[in-house]
């Protein structure tokens, strides 16, 4: 196939998410299975590759399906498994998943999004232009999100069903009580202090929305571009 894709071929996409409780809110944080990254994958192929693709994935799947199973779910393999990665796979999961792979080819086209929830609560509490009239905005977002996802801190978690200026309050309350702390060690923490004193002056003049949208359509305006740059205009 052209890496460049046709304006004459018609492909088929099909579209996955890691979860569907995509909003934060006190509940979700504090979920066991709780994940920071909203995952997006979307697989598709030309659509007379079809019945090809599908033979070659059901061989696959004869292969690992129990008995008693219609189809092959991801609970096939366990989370406790993929605590360290391929290190805690067992052999058979290793087999089943090089088996999976093994039924792709360059035929199928496949894209991935990673967001980050956190990052994304963020960006629409911050999100105003006027908030970063003197300041690069991306490396001060970047930094609030990597404080609170470090951290975790209960304050904040525990605001998240709140009002977004509470929300606020609760992220400043965070950060003069990390401030403190490291005040302690300020010869180790100097400059985490630096970082998180510029945080609070930036947190201090912020207007906060009215409302969070928890609206994701980050990963589709990728897979536009994803699109585009291969020229695939019918799907």
């Known amino acids: ?22 909003a934060i809110s006190k509940a979700t944080i504090k979920a066991k299975e709780f994940y920071d990254g909203f995952i997006v994958a979307i697989t598709g192929w030309e659509e007379d590759y079809e019945p090809e693709l599908e033979k070659r994935y059901l061989s696959f799947e004869r292969k690992f399906l129990s008995p008693d199973s219609k189809e092959l779910k991801s609970t096939a393999i366990a989370s406790r498994q993929l605590r360290y990665g391929f290190a805690t796979l067992s052999k058979a999961n290793i087999s089943l998943i090089e088996g999976l792979l093994g039924a792709l080819n360059e035929q199928t086209l496949l894209y991935y999004s990673h967001v980050s929830k956190v990052e994304f609560l963020v960006r629409q509490l911050f999100g105003s232009p006027h908030n970063f009239q003197y300041l690069d905005s991306n490396p001060m977002l970047y930094s609030i999100t990597k404080a609170l996802v470090t951290y975790r801190p209960i304050g904040v978690f525990e605001s998240l069903d709140k009002s977004p200026k509470e929300i606020l309050d609760a992220i400043r309350a965070f950060l003069i009580e990390r401030i403190e702390l490291d005040r302690r060690n300020e010869k180790l923490k100097s400059s985490e202090i630096e970082q998180f004193s510029v945080l609070l002056n930036t947190v201090n003049t912020i207007d906060p929305p009215r409302t969070i949208k928890w609206d994701y359509s980050m990963p589709l305006k990728g897979f536009s571009a994803y699109l585009k740059e291969r020229n695939i205009n019918d799907y």
């Open 1 to 22: 196939m052209d890496s460049e894709g046709s304006s004459m071929t018609n492909y088929r996409f099909y579209y996955d998410e890691s979860e569907h409780s995509r």
